[in-house]
T-cell receptor, first 114, second 110 residues
Framework: DAGVIQSPRHEVTEMGQEVTLRCKPISGHNSLFWYRQTMMRGLELLIY????????DSGMPEDRFSAKMPNASFSTLKIQPSEPRDSAVYFC????????????FGEGSRLTVL | GIQVEQSPPDLILQEGANSTLRCNFSDSVNNLQWFHQNPWGQLINLFYIPSGTKQNGRLSATTVATERYSLLYISSSQTTDSGVYFCAGVPPGGGNKLTFGTGTQLKVEL
């Protein structure tokens, strides 16, 4: 099993503010994924990285969203400026050590934009 | 993109009952997986099962890749089994992009 630490667990902010979500996977995983979950759209892949390099960001909704992975143990998802429709649970996940396509999720960051 | 249909969408069971959840894919997929999202929102990996059958305690899963479906069996259900069950897979040429179904909402009552 993988350990994936996400922070903050909950964030409430006002429209227009910058939001930064963080993910710290235990080392040894080559791939990292950011997902968003809403009632309307379910679980959507936003972006994923292999060996710290962004591979596919086609799920990123618009230019207000950006993600970085400066090293194998840290990734951020930033929203600037935030809007109420960005309210969702954002999950970070890693590919398994034995099977890269097997995903293990963090506990998520619940974002509310007022 | 592929369509992932899960059935039933909702299910209520009495504790101790058995159930079968189904996942149909519109195209062949790789990396088929089942997840359980508990009432606290945590997504737990249950099975990585691109083909064949696996068992883990009261849960088992079977994937028939040639017919593009997978089944999740829950036996002797418990209240802690409540939550949403998702299946997910990667379409051909999809790299590592898991596409999720809409889920089966399960409630197990005493």
């Amino acid at each position: 099993d993988a350990g994936v630490i996400q922070s903050p667990r909950h964030e409430v902010t006002e429209m227009g503010q910058e939001v930064t979500l963080r993910c710290k996977p235990i080392s040894g995983h080559n791939s990292l994924f950011w997902y968003r979950q809403t009632m309307m759209r379910g679980l959507e892949l936003l972006i994923y990285f292999n060996n710290n390099v962004p591979i596919d960001d086609s799920g990123m909704p618009e230019d207000r969203f950006s993600a970085k992975m400066p090293n194998a143990s840290f990734s951020t998802l930033k929203i600037q400026p935030s809007e109420p429709r960005d309210s969702a649970v954002y999950f970070c996940a890693v590919g398994g050590r034995a099977v890269a396509g097997e995903l293990f999720f963090g506990e998520g960051s619940r974002l509310t934009v007022l | 993109g592929i369509q992932v249909e899960q059935s039933p969408p909702d299910l209520i069971l009495q504790e101790g009952a058995n159930s079968t959840l189904r996942c149909n894919f519109s195209d062949s997929v790789n990396n088929l997986q089942w997840f359980h999202q508990n009432p606290w929102g945590q997504l737990i990996n249950l099975f990585y099962i691109p083909s064949g059958t696996k068992q883990n305690g009261r849960l088992s899963a079977t994937t028939v890749a040639t017919e593009r479906y997978s089944l999740l069996y829950i036996s002797s259900s418990q209240t802690t089994d409540s939550g949403v069950y998702f299946c997910a897979g990667v379409p051909p040429g999809g790299g590592n992009k898991l596409t999720f179904g809409t889920g089966t909402q399960l409630k197990v009552e005493l």
